[in-house]
């Protein structure tokens, strides 16, 4: 069963920061493309960043750009998503996302390419 462990998250005003990270097991980490989804209250789940761990290759959705940023740490087989200047419109529950054979970020904002998933970790931003 391969689990991802997220952490981080919790209240913050906006305009603030916060830092969400995802810990992946060796043969899920490696080579592999992870990412960030969000979803929000009465709407869909959406895409939010990806990263190919084997390039550090990065994608963003729009609404994110310039305001988030995905990174990785390969000695702890993390990903973190750094965010910046944070928007009421940014609350929501954010997921961590593995998909379930090494594979880079082709379709990355495709949620059914994704086979491992995390529990989910609470942003509230506070206008």
């Known amino acids: 069963q391969v689990r991802l462990e997220e952490s981080g998250g919790g209240s913050v005003q906006a305009g603030g920061s916060l830092k969400l990270a995802c810990a992946a097991p060796d043969q899920t980490y490696y080579t592999n493309c992870l990412a960030w989804f969000r979803q929000a209250p009465g709407k869909e789940r959406e895409p939010v960043a990806a990263i190919y761990t084997g390039h550090g290759t990065t994608n963003y959705a729009d609404s994110v750009k310039d305001r988030f940023i995905i990174s990785q740490d390969n000695d702890k087989m993390t990903i973190f998503l750094h965010m910046n200047y944070l928007k009421p419109e940014d609350t929501a529950l954010y997921y961590c996302?593995?998909?379930?054979?090494?594979?880079?970020?082709?379709?990355?904002?495709?949620?059914?390419?994704?086979?491992?998933w995390g529990q989910g970790i609470q942003v509230t931003v506070s206008s």
């Open positions: 996302a593995a998909r379930p054979l090494p594979r880079r970020c082709a379709d990355w904002y495709s949620g059914g390419n994704y086979g491992y």
